[in-house]
């Protein structure tokens, strides 16, 4: 799968999911009252904000309805553009994207980031003859998913090691589900692969492996996705939809100050409790979910950086869309102990055109 294929089926999948909003696919309840029920898609032997929070008791009388698993961000968006599920999470590029071609979606909460615990690594095998950026010309390199944040982060590598965009169109990314992505590397059906947290810690403390460059090398820390709400969806249920960001946001603050061992206990029942067939072992490896700002509150700069970056990649036409116009933290009530409760934060006005 080449690289400009790759970004064509996915800028058509983003069309298809705008059109359908448009001409009324997404649902939301039209009575007055406000569901309780959010329906959402899990990953695999991993435990989301949201399920976490709910297990904590920070989602109140609001239960998430499971409906299925997903491996890429771009789709879970899409699933709730389309009213498909009543949330989801992605890179924030895709967010961009998907808002550009028109879907009335709306970023309530920041919900993973990248920080010197929590990151994504490019790695190679040990005796990889790969050492640096145009190295990788001709090469494969697999991740979860295309015309996201692991593609963005090798485009933004590439780039900045001064690689011209006909060298970078060599470069060759492909999905691999990330359960399969070190098996893949070690069997040299892909010459990089990406992996984060859990299966990254997990695959080098194997052996055998070591990174090429990582994200939190790239840009620092910072938070890098974000969970949206259609429009629709917010207008009719807004106290649900505060109950749901202000527990996320909780959740976020007692993974940040809880021990270690004490959450990666808490995600381990969770998966047992759930019992979805799942191997729970790869929990222990968790360290932190790089959500940078306190309570996943969400600033202008976490989605200017993307808007900058696909505007001069061609993807979408530059003053489309503005970082103001695409979030709000209104719905978050999280306060830090011993501070004022206040008002929230001011909505953001959305600016779209």
């Known amino acids: 799968m080449r690289t400009a294929t790759s970004r064509r089926q996915f800028m058509t999948l983003l069309g298809v999911s705008a059109a359908a909003v448009s001409c009324g696919t997404a649902v939301g309840g039209g009575s007055g009252k406000q569901t309780k029920k959010l329906r959402y898609q899990g990953w695999a032997g991993q435990v989301t904000l949201p399920e976490l929070a709910e297990d ?9 309805d499971w409906v299925g698993n997903t491996i890429s961000g771009p789709q879970d968006i899409q699933s709730a553009a389309t009213g498909q599920i009543d949330f989801g999470g992605a890179f924030n590029g895709a967010v961009v994207k998907l808002a550009a071609n028109g879907a009335p979606i709306t970023s309530v909460i920041s919900y993973y980031g990248s920080d010197k615990r929590a990151y994504n690594g490019f790695y190679v095998l040990e005796d990889s003859p790969i050492r640096s950026a145009r190295d990788l010309i001709g090469k494969k390199v697999g991740m979860n ?59 080098v403390a194997k052996g055998g492996v070591r990174p090429l460059f990582t994200d939190f090398e790239l840009l620092g820390a910072f938070s890098a996705g974000t969970y949206v709400m259609t429009d629709r969806f917010l207008r009719q249920n807004p106290d649900t939809a505060r109950t749901f960001v202000t527990g996320v946001a909780r959740a976020i ?101």
């Open 56 to 64: 904590l008791g920070y989602l109140d009388d609001v239960k998430l």
């Open 145 to 203: 998913t295309l015309g996201a944040h692991s593609e963005a982060m090798l485009d933004i590598y590439l780039q900045r090691h001064g690689l011209s965009q006909d060298e970078i169109d060599k470069v060759e990314p492909l999905v691999v589900p990330p359960v399969n992505t070190e098996q893949s590397l070690r069997q040299h059906q892909i010459q990089v692969g990406v992996l984060g947290d859990i299966l990254r810690d997990k695959a």
């Open 253 to 353: 603050e007692w993974a940040r100050k809880r021990p270690r061992e004490e959450v990666i206990a808490r995600m381990t029942e969770v998966v047992k409790k759930r019992d979805r067939k799942e191997d729970a072992t790869p929990l222990k490896y968790w360290k932190s979910f790089g959500v940078a700002e306190t309570g996943g509150r969400i600033t202008d700069k976490q989605l200017k950086l993307w808007i900058d970056w696909l505007a001069e990649r061609g993807d979408i036409k530059r003053g489309k869309v503005t970082a103001s116009g695409l979030y709000t933290n209104k719905y978050n009530d999280y306060r830090p102990a011993g501070t004022s409760s206040g008002s929230p934060a001011p909505s953001a006005t959305k600016t779209r055109s």
